[in-house]
């Protein structure tokens, strides 16, 4: 059943939501919505919406009131803690929060709640941000469908992963921006099948302790929100401050990629080659790009990926002692590493540094770097299914990740928003990398001023523009 053909979306009536972070930010500032009348739009939403969407492993609605309630009269007293005063972020379930259990996704782990938050988490609490839940994760972020999570565009297909529960709550109005982290494309996979704009910091942009490792060299925290200035402004908060975004971008170079990106869906490349275009109006100078094709980098970066999931694991005294406690997917992630000598691991590093070097050579003269986000739209979920041979599921995770992870072992940030829809309306996504965030959200931030992809939400999506539910 397609969320097209479904009331699913069909909130009660009810909610003014703003459209953006900034918008709300701007509305509690002035004093037209207070940040408790806020969150009982969201949690209204939360229960109207995510029984069918299953965004959320959980939310506090207690808690959340009590620290709206903190908030509001902050400002009211004329004390706001800082850009973000009381505008709902829900966290990902791989990031402590203090006070709630960590789970991962998964059963291997105790339900023992975090003793104190996550830099990241930290810094959006004295932004002013209200912590709101937190969302589903594929287990240990090692995967692309995030069960139980439905892709708010059709409930029948996935929302993408590892971070799909905060594209999706995002997506379906729950909340109006979320903490996720990319490893190899995490952020940027869910926010282009989901149609929401989401960033992979450079490297040492935001803090990654407190949260789950996965890869260490290339785990990143990052934004996912509902479009490039939204992010913009949580990248701000995040990094403490780090980069500004240009106020013009004419003259930025954008390299454009072509068939290196191997084979696409109907209507991604099209899409996407409309996108150029449109940075040539902003004034950015548009070219073509040769770099390494992307297949070369999907085996060496498994075998690096794989082997340092299960020293991460074996040191956090979870595997082989509780093998029985995960998925039998992730399972067989850990015992196929057990299989990968250190000779071919060493191998992988270096296949990867090379294409590393190719890619920077063929980049030098550009600013930023153009493609798909995804090869493809969101597939369905049973085409999904997990396979004890993992042949049929490991061509999906591959598929969706293969334009992604490259950029992750250079370090570059690289953003996602959408930027068109297929036949079937399901949402494509242009990813912008390049050596610096700032650089890569202001050339999406003008995109986005120019093209209205970005606002169109899931059918029969409600109104925004609606009384608010009364606050006792």
Partial sequence: MSSVDSPVLDTPAGSDMPTSLRAAARLIRDGSLTADTLAEMCLHRVRAVDPQVRAFVGVDEPAVRAQARELTREARAGRLRGPLHGVPVAVKDVIDVAGMPTRCGSNVTDPVAAAADAPAVGRLRAAGALIFGKTHTHEFAHG???????????????????????????????????????????????????????????RDDIPVEGVAAFSPRLDTCGPIGRDAHDLALLHAVLSGGRGTLPSDVGGLTAGIVGAQTGELGDGVGEAVAAVADVMAEAG????????????????????????????????????????????????????????????????????????????AASCAAVDVVVLPTTPVTAPRIRDCAYEPDQAGRAAVIGTLMRLCGPFSWCGWAAVSVPCGFDAGGMPIGVQIAGRSASTVLAVAAAYQDRTGHHLREPMPMPSRRREAPAVG
């Fill in 144 to 202: 692309v469908t995030t069960p139980p999570t439905r892709n708010p565009w059709d409930l029948e297909k996935i929302p993408g992963g590892s971070s799909g529960g905060s594209a999706a709550a995002v997506a379906s109005g729950q909340c109006l921006a979320a903490l996720g982290s990319d490893t190899g494309g995490s952020i940027r996979v869910p926010s282009a099948l989901c149609g929401v704009a989401g960033l992979r910091p450079g």
């Fill in 284 to 359: 950015v100078r548009v070219r073509p790009v040769s770099v390494p094709p992307f297949d070369a980098w999907s085996a060496p970066r498994a075998q690096f990926v794989l082997t340092d999931f299960l020293e991460v694991h074996r040191d956090a005294g979870f595997y082989p002692q509780r093998t029985d406690r995960y998925t039998a997917e992730v399972a067989g992630y850990l015992r196929h590493a057990e299989t990968i000598p250190a000779a071919v691991r060493t191998a992988a590093i270096a296949a990867l540094d090379e294409l590393a070097r190719r890619l």
